[in-house]
Each structure stands twice: as structure tokens, then as C-alpha cells.
């Protein structure tokens, strides 16, 4: 069974970076797409980026769109969510997820959380002074 964990989470100011990863202990990632996702309180959870397993292609929502990206480590042991420009509406908890049957595996723009069927436990991010 695949175990996604997310990472680097935490407190950070407006304008700033942030960068979190996504790793599953005993596996290497680039056999699935992933998919980052956030869900602040109160509001539906939202796709941010998804990266593919078949061609390596990006979805990026347009709530984030060049501010954020995501990549593979050269390793293919971990996923990097990089957050750049982040505004207090970035509040959320951020998930990662993956289909661990591997039928879904290209991105793209109306990728979704109905995609995913494994996910992780999720790192909160605060954007604020």
C-alpha cells in the first residue's frame, strides 16, 4: 500500500517561500502522477499542481499559477510542491495523492481530487505577519 507523506509545512510570512514534499517510504514516485491539493477551512478542497507519470507534463490551477511549480527530485523519491509569492488565501492544509492503481497518470487542467485514491496526512501552511 502506498503511504504518501507530506512535509515542510509551517509559518511564513507574505511575499515568502515555502517548499514541501511529498515522499512514500520504500518507493520511487515517478511511477505515479501526483497531485497537490489544499483545503482551507471551510472551503472545498482545490487542486493546485499535478505532475505526470507518463510524460512528466504540469496542471497548474490558475488560483496558482505562476507562483507555483512542481517537480520530481532527480532521486524520484520525492515530489516538490515550491510555493513563491505566497499571500495570506495560501492558508490551507496541503495534501498530496496519487492513484495507486495507476490508471491515472497524465495531468490535466480539470484534474481533480476524484483522480487520487491514496493520500497523505496533510501539512498546514500559515501565510501571515
Known amino acids: 500500500q502506498l503511504k504518501l507523506v507530506e512535509s515542510g509545512g509551517g509559518l511564513v510570512q507574505p511575499g515568502g517561500p515555502l517548499r514541501l514534499s511529498c515522499a512514500a517510504s520504500?518507493?520511487?514516485?515517478?511511477?505515479?502522477?501526483i497531485g497537490w491539493f489544499r483545503q482551507a477551512p471551510g472551503k472545498e478542497r482545490e487542486g493546485v499542481p499535478c505532475?505526470?507519470?507518463?510524460?512528466?507534463?504540469?496542471s497548474i490551477a490558475d488560483s496558482v499559477k505562476g507562483r507555483f511549480t512542481v517537480y520530481r527530485d532527480n532521486g524520484r523519491t520525492t515530489v516538490t510542491l515550491q510555493m513563491n509569492s505566497l499571500q495570506p488565501e495560501d492558508t490551507a492544509v496541503y495534501y498530496c495523492?496519487?492513484?495507486?492503481?495507476?490508471?491515472?497518470?497524465?495531468?490535466?487542467?480539470?484534474?481533480?481530487?476524484?483522480?487520487?485514491?491514496?493520500w497523505g496526512q496533510g501539512t498546514q501552511v500559515f501565510v501571515s505577519t
Open positions: 520504500g518507493y520511487i514516485l515517478d511511477a505515479w502522477a
Open positions: 495523492a496519487a492513484d495507486e492503481t495507476l490508471r491515472f497518470r497524465l495531468c490535466g487542467p480539470s484534474f481533480s481530487s476524484a483522480d487520487f485514491n491514496s
Open positions: 505532475i505526470s507519470s507518463s510524460d512528466g507534463s504540469t
